[in-house]
Each structure stands twice: as C-alpha cells, then as structure tokens.
DNA sequence: CTCAGTGCAAAGGATTTGCATGCCG
DNA sequence: CGGCATGCAAATCCTTTGCACTGAG
C-alpha cells in the first residue's frame, strides 16, 4: 500500500519535473497517517524539524503535482490531503464551530445521480465541468458535548 | 417584492439588536441587483462612497443576521450573497480561472436524494448537519473561449 | 558543477480592529 | 442624551517571497 503510494507520488513528481525528497516524502508520510483533512500548522507540529515555508512551498508543489488536494473552508487555515487519484472520491464533513474536516463517502446511488445530473447543469450555463465538492457543514461530536 | 426583502432584512436585523442603516439598506441593494455572488472589491467599486471598512463590519453583521451568507471559494476574495432564508436553496458554479461564483439549482429530485441521504451520513459521525453545500468547479465560458 | 530544494526573515494582502466622531432612536 | 454606526488608519495573521546556502544527480 504505502510502497505503492511512494511509486505514484514519485512518478507524479517527476513527471511534473520535481524531486521526492526527503521532506516532501514526509509531508506525504503526514497526510497518509492523518487519514483526514489536517492544517499546517498540524504539520509542523508533529514535525517541528520541518521549515513553515518549506511545508507550504512543497504543497503547492505537491498539489500542482496532483498528489494533494487544498481544501478552504472558510475556517483560519487551509486543509490539506492526498488527492483522490491517490485515495478516492469522497466529500467533506465541516465542523462549523471548531473547523475541523473530515472525509465521508455517499452512498454510490447518490453519487451517480450527481454525475450524472450535475455536467448538463454546467453545461447549460456554458460551463466545463471539472469537479464538484459536496461538504456538510454542522457541529462535530466534540462540540455539541462540549457545548457552546 | 423589494418592499418585501427589506421588510425581512429589518426584521432580522432588529431580531439581532442591530439598525437598518441607509449603509445596510445600501448593500442588500447592491446584494439584490447583483444576482450574483460578488466580492467586496465590487460592492466597493459600484458604491465608491461607502467605506471599505464598514462594508466588511456590516457585512458580517448582516451575515450574522442571517440576511447575507458568505461564500468562501479558495479565491483570493470571499464573495457575498443573500441568504437563501431570503432567495431560495441552491448551488454554486465557481470557474476556476477567474473565480467567478454564479447560482445553480439543482432538479429537485436530485436535491431530495441528498436531504434523504446527508442527515443520516452525518449522524452516523456524531455529526449535527446543518446544511449542506454542493460546487460544482471548471471553466466558465468567458474563460474558456478567451482560452488560456 | 548545476539547479532544485531548504531555511530564515521579511514582505504581502485580504480582513479586522482601535479610536474619535456622527447620527439614529 | 446614549449607544450603535461610520471612517480613517493601523494592526492582524495566514501565506508568499527574497535571498543565500545546501545537497542531490
């Protein structure tokens, strides 16, 4: 599994005319142990030898690269993951109050009937679909324990 | 129709502790016309006499209030747009390039499969949904005749 | 050797905030 | 009058960038 992830990041690295090195392995590394959406400062903390600039220069690269997705949610802090080509298509859950991400999978049904409603509608408004996000936004476990 | 939006947006405002100033009046206008989800770099420019300032601090008071709601796309500038309580449930077509948001509904039975499907997906997580948000990302025809 | 990658510190830039003044209720 | 609202300018703070150094190929 992780080998096989280590080939496609290398691959997709070079082949957008990058290295894999060691940092970048970790970043990686990182997002995979993580198993959901994590911020950088998270990063930096569970690997504090790492340079802020650094992580957020290799990224970007990484994203360019197609082997990790940013997510934006309106929260402080930018999310990273692995990209879907390297995981699978998956939505997000937002927790409103405290930011955190985290991924779910609809059902296939669902998610098809999107697929295929979803290109005609960008279609009709002369626009090329690329992807879709789907995120639900709430209160986590943790905040409606912990309350206001 | 328009008496009736402003009737809605005093109320909530009120409901809030907060005044229907003229500088509030003045932004659901520009939100209304608009049609569309804008920046505040637009509402700025088509309103030149308001303060850029006060238009963010109102903004969030009317977001608050629920009267606005405030779209975050990855862009550079957030966008604004009424609330649904005061339009109608929908989506958004966000073109990569230029980063324009523009409004999409989706067929109703498609919308009904995801109220159907979400609460429970969230529930099953510990999850309190409030709603939901679906985007669809590519290209919008300026962008993709303009090319490149 | 060459050039991408790294780290530190400084710069950027959308958004927020402090504070004095204006104005609605 | 009292307190919210406004404007200007300054401060915030996540993120990006400049620059000199290091290391892989």
Known sequence: MTADLDAQVAARLQAAGHR???SRRELVEVLRQAGQPIRIVDVLDSRPH???SSVYRNLAV???AGVVRRIVTGDDYAH???AEALTEHHHHLICAQCGTVSDV???AEVEH???AALPELAAAR???LDHHRLDL???CERCTTTDR
Chains 1, 2 share one sequence.
């Open 105 to 107: 999978t609809l059902p």
């Open 80 to 82: 990273f993951e692995l």
């Open 50 to 52: 790492l340079a802020q």
């Open 62 to 64: 990484l994203e360019a």
């Open 126 to 128: 002369g626009f090329v």
């Open 137 to 139: 936004i709430g209160r």
């Open 20 to 22: 894999f090195s060691s």
């Open 113 to 115: 009937r999107l697929d």
